[in-house]
């Protein structure tokens, strides 16, 4: 199975850290944003993937592409360790790149590489957002889409709050994790949503998508959106929801990033430990400036 990792946004909510560095290419701990997706894509056994850029995000191909001066530098030096980490982004995985010229949505954005991914179901997985679980989020939706035959998206119960920012699936439970679709809405108002169960960013669609996505008018912003796309899907062939294992990590903003890095920099190996005594002692001094216990 191939993989579409759309990378083409503008990132206007992290300006200015993007004016000239893509949202994509964030640190997260130790390494970009976009590297922990790619990696989660390789663990599942994809090894064709398929990252939709835009004006700007030369920076991604870049990291993933060989650095012919960097590696004498540091072979040089004996950073032995440093430079089989920079070699294996290098030789990881096959990559090809598609120019999204205008940012015209998600569903555009994925309809660009439609030439590649041919008439073959394929997973989509969102350049902004993390997963960490034991089997990898988008091989139990590759699973699952063995098992139905359909296109399966990843879901999970969503804070009230936070329902207008996510696609919300109405739906019923079929079996363990498994919801039968039966409709869709573009971050609904709480009080409007037909449930709170929402769409997380990873996906595995058939190709029956493409068409779909010709079919779909653009929105108030002029972009296609992938969940309008779905609807018309929908109406053709069946569409499931998986809630998945794991822990889902959305870089959407600039407070969504920091906590990303807190936690995570809290369950790294190397990091932990200096991580929690620093938040200790910061924590005493905190409190003597406050004067509170």
């Known amino acids: 199975m191939k993989a579409i990792i759309p990378a083409a946004g503008l ?6 850290m993007t004016k000239v560095q893509p949202k994509e290419m ?6 970009p944003t976009i590297q922990y997706v790619v990696e989660e894509a390789i ?3 994809i090894t064709d993937i398929i990252i939709v850029t835009g004006a700007g995000k030369r920076a991604i191909e870049d990291h993933f592409d060989k650095s012919p001066e960097l590696e004498s530098v540091l072979e040089r030096q004996g ?7 920079i070699r294996r982004i290098a030789n990881m995985v096959d990559i090809h790149y598609i120019r999204q010229k205008v940012p015209r949505g998600l569903g555009d954005a994925i309809h660009c590489a439609r030439n590649h991914i041919g008439m073959e179901p394929f997973a989509v997985m969102l350049g902004d957002t993390i997963n960490i679980s034991k ?8 699973n699952a889409h063995e098992e139905v035959g359909a296109s399966v998206l990843a879901v999970e119960p969503v804070a009230k709050e936070k329902i207008s920012d996510y696609g ?3 739906g019923k439970l079929v ?6 679709i039966d409709d869709l809405v573009e971050k609904p108002r709480a009080e409007d949503a037909p449930s709170n169960v929402g769409i997380t960013g990873t996906y595995v669609l058939t190709p029956g998508i493409f068409e779909c996505i010709e079919e779909t008018p653009p929105g108030t912003k002029g972009e296609v959106q992938l969940t309008d ?5 929908r109406k053709k062939e069946k569409i499931y929801g998986y809630w998945f294992e794991g822990t889902r990590y959305d870089i959407g903003d600039k407070l969504g990033w920091m906590k990303t890095n807190f936690e995570l920099t809290l369950s790294h190996p190397e990091f932990s430990g200096p991580m929690r005594e620093f938040m200790r002692e910061a924590l005493e001094k905190s409190m003597k400036k406050t004067g509170k216990k």
């Open 43 to 45: 663990a599942a056994g």
């Open 135 to 142: 089997v990898p989020v988008v091989k139990q939706l590759m």
């Open 168 to 170: 919300i699936i109405d």
């Open 26 to 31: 964030l640190p997260v701990v130790d390494k």
């Open 175 to 180: 079996k363990e994790r498994l919801y039968l």
């Open 229 to 233: 796309a779905l609807r018309i899907l």
């Open 79 to 85: 950073k032995t360790k440093e430079l089989k980490e």
């Open 11 to 16: 990132g206007i909510r992290f300006l200015p």
